[in-house]
């Protein structure tokens, strides 16, 4: 899904506003959380610490949608 992969942008820049657009965009169009969780996976894997910052951003709005 096209969403999933500008999530996984998203996280990469480091930008909590496209990151919440995103994620709910993906949501709208039928993403489940575990799709959602890999995403940021994947951006950990090749960008370390700061996407793991920043994958925390995902996972707080997770929770509230």
Same mark, same amino acid.
């Given at each position: 899904?096209?969403?999933?992969? $500008?999530?996984?942008?998203?996280?990469?820049?480091? *930008?909590?506003? *496209?990151?919440?657009?995103?994620?709910?965009?993906?949501?709208?169009?039928?993403?489940?959380?575990?799709?959602? $969780?890999?995403?940021?996976?994947? $951006?950990?894997?090749?960008?370390?610490?700061?996407?793991?910052?920043?994958?925390? *951003? $995902?996972?707080?709005?997770?929770?509230?949608?």
């Amino acid at each position: 899904m096209h969403e999933l992969i $500008v999530l996984a942008v998203a996280v990469t820049t480091r *930008c909590y506003e *496209c990151i919440a657009v995103h994620m709910t965009k993906a949501i709208e169009l039928g993403a489940i959380k575990r799709e959602i $969780v890999e995403a940021p996976d994947v $951006v950990i894997a090749l960008n370390a610490g700061a996407a793991l910052t920043y994958s925390a *951003c $995902v996972f707080d709005a997770l929770q509230t949608n």
